[in-house]
């Protein structure tokens, strides 16, 4: 069983850009979770999906958009990047009620 | 609300016995504890559960205190392997069992040989 699997690892891109990050969950897991952490910080939530609708939402712009898929894999979208976002995006993922898992995460670098 | 974690950071010989604490404002559905090494995703320890249930690794332990909103994260003869950044996330009552995992800040934890 393939645990959570995020793609790409490492990624650097110009202010202003845009950019999709992608997040494969565990065998039957639903609900996927994106989080930014900045270093030093604990994670942040930005949004969680549950059968490819955007259930929960944290305190991210609208710049922050999502999809999750029949699969229930799951892309996160940056638009108009600024240096701030910046940060290590994970994505986890859960059964209903039961712990949540992380994927190693993409290491995201605005220059 | 972003629960409280403390102490802020822990030192430890091998062999000795800590304990990490998370306190929260709010009601708790549940509390999971997770694990980070440097530049490596958040590890999975333990989820507790309102009402008693927990799971997680069989040499880690915690508690989780429903009138006081507070979870206890105990390591026992620890390890070198114990390095890292302790992460607690809670999930407040009310907002379902599948809600959003809100995190503290992290207690840096150090093992010596």
């Known amino acids: 069983d393939a645990g959570v699997t995020q793609s790409p690892t490492h990624l650097i891109k110009t202010r202003g850009q845009q950019v999709t990050l992608r997040c494969s969950p565990k065998?039957?897991?639903?609900?996927v979770s994106w989080y930014q952490q900045a270093l030093g910080q604990g994670p942040q939530f930005i949004f969680q999906?549950?059968?490819?609708?955007?259930?929960q939402r944290g305190n991210f712009p609208d710049r922050f958009s999502g999809h999750q898929f029949p699969n229930y894999s799951s892309e996160l979208n940056v638009n108009a990047l600024l240096l701030g976002d910046s940060a290590l995006y994970l994505c986890?993922?859960?059964?209903?009620?039961?712990?949540?898992?992380f994927g190693a995460g993409t290491r995201f670098t605005v220059t | 609300q972003q629960p409280v974690q403390s102490p802020q950071a822990v030192i430890l010989r091998e062999g000795e016995d800590a304990v990490i604490n998370c306190s929260s404002s709010?009601?708790?559905?549940?509390v999971h504890w997770y694990r980070q090494k440097h530049g490596e995703a958040p590890v999975f320890l333990m989820i507790?559960?309102?009402?008693?249930e927990q799971k997680g690794h069989e040499k880690i332990s915690a508690s989780f205190n429903e009138k006081k909103q507070q979870s206890s994260l105990y390591l026992t003869a620890s390890q070198l392997s114990y390095s890292g950044t302790y992460f607690c996330?809670?999930?407040?009552?009310?907002?379902?069992?599948?809600?959003?995992?809100?995190f503290g800040k992290g207690i840096t934890l150090s093992v010596r040989p």
């Open positions: 065998s039957g897991h639903d609900t």
């Open positions: 996330g809670t999930e407040t009552l009310g907002t379902g069992a599948n809600s959003k995992l809100t």
């Open positions: 986890a993922c859960r059964l209903s009620g039961f712990e949540q898992y």
């Open positions: 507790l559960l309102k009402g008693g």
């Open positions: 709010k009601a708790l559905y549940s």
């Open positions: 999906y549950y059968e490819e609708e955007e259930r």
